[in-house]
């Protein structure tokens, strides 16, 4: 068994990098990402404005942009649950205006939703339902007003739907109000898919039902409309809600092949990776395909999700953005595994996407000269650059490689945070890690090689909770020497500009300002004074290093093209062959404990990772 599973791991290690090409980097993922002209109307809201919402749902209802109206409104609504403001104020300004009702509606039933959670009605306290129910009867008003004021739009009617579940309206009434929003557009998703959930065995209906209705509105569905995903959902709502697995033989088993082979034909029919419209249901087919076993057709959709990962599926297992990570991680370590050791990977896709363009920026900020840390990052397993900020500190980040070192490719996905553990390790001073994306900001402590707190400021989020703040505040002022806390609190509570608070948090500690550029290119110190880069090294250069490197100086660049003697390429050989058989029989032998058997093996490696790197530095040198 120990043996089995040496080999496993042997082949992830070797086969994780390649099996992962096209896909997007772990930090450049984001749930639910807004485009350009709703992430401008959410900015403006969280800062008071609503007029460019105004504007933006005004074009999709002059426009008949029903399915894009459903997604800006119900995003709005969920804004407002953190931001209201700009909500009243719109309302106030214009109460008769169809948009500011509709998402007024939308949000009493987020706010309702919100109070009852997603919990099953035995887990939902009494008090939690009666709040439930009121805030639901708060929206009835509102609905009908928004249905009015815009008698084509069906997205009232989608609404109501969601409305009608949750008050657990007759069959008549559903009945009713999808028969409205089928008249205003009879292949609207959403409210297909909310008609779906009503219909669904934990509701108000049966899988038998449930599939019945999905299948039918699929046939009736035009090509390339979203609605062929529709049986898809009905399938994956199954799967999930039978906890002990389907029964054998599985009942619906040829209905669920048949939905997912339809959604990868619908995947297939649009262009390219990373499309914000198909999304949705390549989230929910990437996990429908791990649940039936499907590692290989995953991985294509997952490369084909790109950044866009969706809260619906992965809320029902936990933390969305968190579960689809690790669903990803365990597709491609489930591939790796499967290969032989000195087999060859698939082929990669034809051309692969850039997604550097996409992917948070970072910078660390450090209260130690430059030459210090070099010095503590010599065994980091990455390249990084570094350049002085005045008053002893630095600035450091990451430098992108085409090809990432072994050890790089043991630890997290995100490489300046998984440096800056390392060189922080047995050092007195801490790292202050900075992160950037249009829609958030963070920043994350380390000192003594952990990660000692981290605050995140989400300009759609409300204000943390104050003793969460209060603790990070602490945490901070302890690390960075600052005094009073307090201020550093105020700053962690704030909302409305993650950029200008991330700022202001810097400035607070008393570090060095962000570097000018931040959140721009992805390398921004490369034009700063005295800034200088540390080349990777190998974990045998590294130590070299960090033996001999004088204190105080900048450690110089590693490697050196000097040849390789036959005596030099014999005895390491030989030493590989040895060494590797004996790990092997270390690991089959049950008188040998685990220990010598894992010094056995990471002395092979590393002989097999200095042959390899010897034997590419010679190719390059040929060629």
């Given at each position: 068994?120990?043996?089995?599973?040496?080999?496993?791991?042997?082949?992830?290690?070797?086969?994780?990098?390649?099996?992962?090409?096209?896909?997007?980097?772990d930090e450049a993922v984001v749930l639910d990402p807004p485009d350009a002209?709703?992430?401008?109307?959410?900015?403006?809201?969280?800062?008071?404005?609503?007029?460019?919402?105004?504007?933006?749902?005004?074009?999709?209802?002059?426009?008949?942009?029903?399915?894009?109206?459903?997604?800006?409104?119900?995003?709005?609504?969920?804004?407002?649950?953190?931001?209201?403001?700009?909500?009243?104020?719109?309302?106030?300004?214009?109460?008769?205006?169809?948009?500011?009702?509709?998402?007024?509606?939308?949000?009493?039933?987020?706010?309702?939703?919100?109070?009852?959670?997603?919990?099953?009605?035995?887990?939902?306290?009494?008090?939690?339902?009666?709040?439930?129910?009121?805030?639901?009867?708060?929206?009835?008003?509102?609905?009908?007003?928004?249905?009015?004021?815009?008698?084509?739009?069906?997205?009232?009617?989608r609404i109501a739907l969601t409305h009608a579940r949750g008050m657990q309206?007759?069959?008549?009434?559903?009945?009713?109000?999808?028969?409205?929003?089928?008249?205003?557009?009879?292949?609207?998703?959403?409210?297909?898919?909310?008609?779906?959930?009503?219909?669904?065995?934990?509701?108000?209906?049966?899988?038998?039902?449930?599939?019945?209705?999905?299948?039918?509105?699929?046939?009736?569905?035009?090509?390339?409309?979203?609605?062929?995903?529709?049986?898809?959902?009905?399938?994956?709502?199954?799967?999930?809600?039978?906890?002990?697995?389907?029964?054998?033989?599985?009942?619906?088993?040829?209905?669920?092949?048949?939905?997912?082979?339809?959604?990868?034909?619908?995947?297939?029919?649009?262009?390219?990776?990373?499309?914000?419209?198909?999304?949705?249901?390549?989230?929910?087919?990437?996990?429908?395909?791990?649940?039936?076993?499907?590692?290989?057709?995953?991985?294509?959709?997952?490369?084909?999700?790109?950044?866009?990962?969706?809260?619906?599926?992965?809320?029902?297992?936990?933390?969305?953005?968190?579960?689809?990570?690790?669903?990803?991680?365990?597709?491609?370590?489930?591939?790796?595994?499967?290969?032989?050791?000195?087999?060859?990977?698939?082929?990669?896709?034809?051309?692969?996407?850039?997604?550097?363009?996409?992917?948070?920026?970072?910078?660390?900020?450090?209260?130690?000269?430059?030459?210090?840390?070099?010095?503590?990052?010599?065994?980091?397993?990455?390249?990084?650059?570094?350049?002085?900020?005045?008053?002893?500190?630095?600035?450091?980040?990451?430098?992108?490689?085409?090809?990432?070192?072994?050890?790089?490719?043991?630890?997290?996905?995100?490489?300046?945070?998984?440096?800056?553990?390392?060189?922080?390790?047995?050092?007195?001073?801490?790292?202050?890690?900075?992160?950037?994306?249009?829609?958030?900001?963070?920043?994350?402590?380390?000192?003594?090689?952990?990660?000692?707190?981290?605050?995140?400021?989400?300009?759609?989020?409300?204000?943390?909770?104050?003793?969460?703040?209060?603790?990070?505040?602490?945490?901070?002022?302890?690390?960075?020497?600052?005094?009073?806390?307090?201020?550093?609190?105020?700053?962690?509570?704030?909302?409305?500009?993650?950029?200008?608070?991330?700022?202001?948090?810097?400035?607070?500690?008393?570090?060095?300002?962000?570097?000018?550029?931040?959140?721009?290119?992805?390398?921004?110190?490369?034009?700063?004074?005295?800034?200088?880069?540390?080349?990777?090294?190998?974990?045998?250069?590294?130590?070299?290093?960090?033996?001999?490197?004088?204190?105080?100086?900048?450690?110089?660049?590693?490697?050196?093209?000097?040849?390789?003697?036959?005596?030099?390429?014999?005895?390491?050989?030989?030493?590989?062959?040895?060494?590797?058989?004996?790990?092997?029989?270390?690991?089959?032998?049950?008188?040998?404990?685990?220990?010598?058997?894992?010094?056995?093996?990471?002395?092979?490696?590393?002989?097999?990772?200095?042959?390899?790197?010897?034997?590419?530095?010679?190719?390059?040198?040929?060629?």
């Amino acid at each position: 068994m120990r043996l089995v599973f040496l080999v496993s791991f042997l082949r992830i290690l070797r086969h994780r990098d390649a099996i992962g090409i096209g896909l997007a980097p772990d930090e450049a993922v984001v749930l639910d990402p807004p485009d350009a002209p709703l992430r401008a109307a959410l900015t403006a809201a969280t800062a008071g404005d609503h007029a460019p919402a105004r504007e933006l749902l005004a074009s999709t209802r002059v426009h008949a942009q029903w399915e894009r109206r459903d997604a800006y409104v119900s995003r709005l609504a969920r804004t407002a649950l953190h931001h209201d403001g700009w909500l009243d104020a719109w309302v106030a300004e214009s109460p008769d205006d169809p948009d500011a009702l509709l998402v007024v509606a939308d949000f009493h039933l987020h706010q309702a939703w919100k109070v009852r959670t997603g919990s099953r009605a035995r887990d939902v306290e009494q008090d939690q339902f009666q709040a439930f129910f009121a805030l639901l009867e708060d929206a009835v008003p509102v609905i009908g007003a928004a249905a009015e004021l815009n008698p084509a739009d069906p997205v009232p009617w989608r609404i109501a739907l969601t409305h009608a579940r949750g008050m657990q309206a007759p069959r008549e009434v559903f009945d009713a109000y999808l028969a409205e929003a089928e008249a205003r557009d009879p292949h609207h998703y959403g409210c297909h898919a909310q008609a779906l959930e009503y219909l669904c065995a934990k509701w108000y209906g049966s899988h038998e039902e449930m599939f019945r209705y999905a299948e039918r509105v699929a046939a009736s569905a035009p090509p390339g409309s979203k609605l062929h995903a529709l049986p898809l959902r009905a399938a994956l709502e199954y799967r999930l809600s039978e906890a002990d697995g389907p029964e054998d033989p599985d009942p619906y088993g040829p209905r669920v092949e048949a939905a997912i082979t339809r959604a990868l034909s619908l995947s297939d029919t649009y262009a390219g990776a990373g499309d914000r419209e198909a999304a949705g249901f390549r989230n929910d087919l990437a996990l429908m395909l791990i649940l039936c076993d499907r590692p290989d057709e995953a991985l294509d959709v997952f490369r084909a999700i790109g950044v866009h990962a969706t809260e619906h599926p992965w809320n029902r297992l936990g933390d969305p953005r968190t579960e689809f990570l690790e669903a990803r991680s365990d597709v491609r370590l489930d591939l790796a595994a499967r290969i032989p050791l000195f087999g060859r990977p698939p082929e990669p896709p034809a051309t692969t996407p850039d997604w550097a363009d996409l992917a948070p920026r970072a910078v660390a900020i450090v209260p130690a000269p430059p030459a210090a840390v070099a010095q503590a990052a010599l065994l980091c397993g990455f390249s990084l650059r570094t350049a002085p900020t005045g008053e002893g500190s630095s600035y450091v980040e990451v430098v992108p490689e085409a090809a990432r070192g072994r050890r790089a490719a043991l630890l997290p996905e995100e490489p300046l945070t998984s440096a800056a553990e390392t060189f922080t390790t047995g050092e007195s001073w801490p790292a202050l890690v900075l992160h950037r994306t249009p829609e958030r900001c963070t920043v994350t402590a380390l000192h003594q090689g952990r990660q000692r707190t981290t605050h995140t400021w989400d300009a759609e989020s409300p204000a943390p909770d104050h003793a969460d703040v209060k603790a990070v505040a602490g945490e901070l002022a302890q690390l960075f020497g600052v005094t009073d806390p307090r201020p550093l609190a105020h700053i962690l509570r704030a909302t409305g500009d993650p950029v200008r608070h991330q700022a202001d948090l810097v400035t607070a500690l008393g570090l060095p300002p962000v570097p000018p550029g931040f959140g721009g290119d992805t390398e921004i110190l490369g034009e700063l004074p005295g800034a200088r880069v540390q080349a990777r090294r190998s974990l045998l250069a590294g130590m070299r290093d960090t033996m001999t490197t004088s204190t105080g100086s900048h450690p110089p660049e590693s490697g050196d093209g000097a040849p390789r003697t036959a005596r030099w390429w014999l005895t390491r050989s030989a030493a590989l062959a040895a060494v590797g058989a004996a790990a092997v029989f270390s690991w089959w032998s049950p008188q040998i404990g685990w220990f010598r058997s894992s010094l056995l093996s990471c002395s092979a490696l590393y002989l097999a990772g200095v042959l390899t790197a010897a034997l590419r530095r010679r190719r390059r040198t040929a060629a």
